[in-house]
């Protein structure tokens, strides 16, 4: 814990890097001083920090976690080498399934739930793109492989000697956006405007219409079978907030339950990937002491509920409720936590649906049939609970080479478009200057990789990599690295990527006025702050889908496998 908690100050003091926010105008800094606008998220991720009210909002540019200096991207003719499709297809492709055995497929579908929340450049620039030159045995339909390039920063002057940034389509925060939408629309459209609550159709699912502001050519696109189960969930989940304010609370509106109960919402979601998902896909035991801790202190949530926050400090009494502090950099989320968290192998290709209740034959479906074009029909088909049932007993995939998902290489998007997405992973770390492998580890002070067979640990996977890279170590790519590398014990990724981590998933909780200094009765009332603490991802799907009970039955951690029913 001592080791840890070093760690992350010294990263706290060496690995935040400012890219620049823009003065807020006067129309913005008078509702920052405004109770009405400050006691609640925002749509676009405004008046988090009431000084500065467009820290971590829509439309500012992603941090960085290593010096300015070393995030030029290469000149074009470098970038591109070696070809990101080669290496999409030499070292990714999966031959055969290699299963992440403690953890289960919710865990899977769970990342992509909170990344849609976090992490998002927009719709791409297709007036520019990257041309990819494929070998003669290559069987993509189109030559040569043609991939948009990331939209630039608007706001940015193109000044050559400063590299360029890029800017987020959601807020940073951690504010449940995947849910609640990033639109004024879409924020109006999914409530009922009757007590809070969102809307849920007859069938148990959003409303068919809400469909009209999905743009399926952007990021939205990407949806499947697997958010489906999880933008469900919560919302049920909020609307029983809802009804729990409202038989407090008889005298509120409809627009101060919806507030509250949001808040509720993101920051149960927010401990449970902290307390919860976290602790199972990095399963040593200091990293799940030091998660629970990161929420609930030293003290324990139990101790903390009895005595009350000993403290404005988070090391005795947990992050919640402390003081705010940006560590001198104002908050943002950073393009080289973007890039840890690319793990798209978490994904299977082919997916099992059991029966929870039923003697049938399981249905088999490919990751193509549950894609967005075909997911409320398939859950209608096959059944929430059966779906979030299938899902705890399967296994994910193992983040590790030779273990990305065929449908994700060739992905028939539902705008028609088709991309090969782990070139595509190889191809944005590339442009948005993030360093490669071994220089990503000394920017973290960790030693780089000597030699291809210190970099996997395995010889022939060594040589592999070597071959690919023509020899040259200083070439391989992070999201390469990041696999190829020996996991520390327990851990589902690298040791690489959990020095990012360490550093920023306690910054977003730490920056956050609703997760330190407003995390309060009165922001958040006394019956929701102990939601947050009673609740978890079991008690959550309990609540909404009893019949779960007996695959949940001893299940301390949802994101671990399940017992089998039948």
């Not at 500065?52 to 829509?58: N, T």
């Not at 940006?326 to 192998?345: I, N």
């Not at 075909?374 to 296994?395: P, V």
């Not at 009765?521 to 799907?541: F, H, K």
Request: hydrophobic share 35%.
């Amino acid at each position: 814990m001592g080791t840890l908690i070093g760690v992350r100050d010294r990263l706290r003091q060496r690995n935040l890097e400012d890219t620049g926010l823009r003065p807020a105008d006067a129309d913005l800094r008078q509702r920052a001083a405004d109770p009405a606008y400050a006691s609640r998220r925002t749509t676009d991720g405004t008046l988090n920090d009431l000084e500065q009210p467009l820290m971590g909002s829509i439309g500012t540019r992603f941090g960085r976690n290593v010096p300015r200096r070393y995030t030029f991207p290469e000149p074009d003719g470098a970038l591109l080498a070696p070809n990101p499709r080669t290496i999409s297809r030499e070292l990714m492709t999966r031959e055969r399934f290699l299963p992440a055995t403690t953890l289960n497929v919710l865990a899977a579908a769970w990342l992509q739930f909170e990344v849609h929340d976090w992490f998002s450049h927009g719709k791409n620039d297709d007036r520019h793109r990257w041309e990819l030159e494929l070998a003669d045995d290559d069987d993509w339909p189109h030559r040569p492989m043609v991939i948009p390039r990331t939209l630039r920063d608007p706001t940015s002057d193109e000044d050559p000697e400063t590299p360029p940034t890029f800017v987020t389509a959601d807020s940073h925060w951690w504010d449940a956006s995947q849910i609640y939408g990033s639109k004024e629309d879409f924020a109006e459209a999914i409530r009922t405007h009757e007590d809070g609550k969102l809307r849920i159709g007859p069938d148990g699912l959003p409303p068919k219409d809400l469909e009209r502001f999905v743009d399926l050519s952007g990021v939205e696109g990407n949806f499947w079978v697997g958010l489906g189960l999880l933008h469900t969930l919560f919302m049920l989940e909020h609307n029983a907030i809802c009804e729990r304010l409202r038989r407090e609370h008889p005298d509120w509106t409809d627009d101060r339950i919806y507030d509250k109960a949001r808040l509720i919402n993101a920051a149960l979601m927010a401990k449970i990937h902290t307390t919860e998902w976290t602790p199972a896909i990095i399963a040593h035991p200091t990293t799940r002491y030091a998660l629970r801790v990161s929420w609930s202190g030293l003290v324990g949530g139990r101790l903390r509920r009895r005595l009350g926050r000993l403290g404005s400090g988070d090391l005795l009494s947990g992050i919640p409720g402390s003081k705010t502090n940006h560590h001198g950099v104002p908050y943002s989320l950073t393009e080289e936590f973007v890039a840890v968290y690319r793990m798209h192998p978490l994904l299977p290709d082919e997916y099992t649906f059991h029966s929870l209740d039923r003697d049938e034959p399981p249905r088999e479906r490919t990751f193509a049939e549950l894609g967005a074009l075909h997911a409320r029909d398939q859950l209608t088909e096959i059944g929430m609970a059966n779906g979030l049932y299938s899902f705890g007993i399967a296994h994910p995939g193992a983040i590790s080479l030779y273990n990305y998902p065929r449908s994700l290489q060739h992905l028939m998007r539902p705008d028609g478009s088709e991309l090969d997405l782990a070139a595509v992973d190889i191809l944005r770390s590339r442009e948005r200057g993030v360093p490669r492998y071994n220089q990503f580890r000394r920017l973290f002070r960790l030693k780089p990789a000597e030699s291809f067979e210190e970099l996997t640990g395995d010889a022939h996977v060594a040589e592999h990599v070597r071959e690919v890279y023509g020899g040259d170590i200083e070439r391989v790519d992070l999201m390469v690295g990041l696999y190829a590398e020996p996991k520390p014990k327990g851990f589902g990724f690298s040791d690489t990527a959990f020095r990012v981590f360490i550093l920023m998933a306690a910054r977003r909780l730490k920056s956050d006025r609703f997760f330190t200094r407003d995390y309060t009765p009165e922001m958040y009332t006394q019956t929701g702050l102990n939601w947050i603490d009673e609740n978890s991802m079991v008690t959550i799907l309990l609540r909404h889908y009893p019949g779960l009970y007996p695959a949940l039955r001893g299940v301390e951690n949802a994101f671990t496998p399940w017992a089998r029913v039948r």
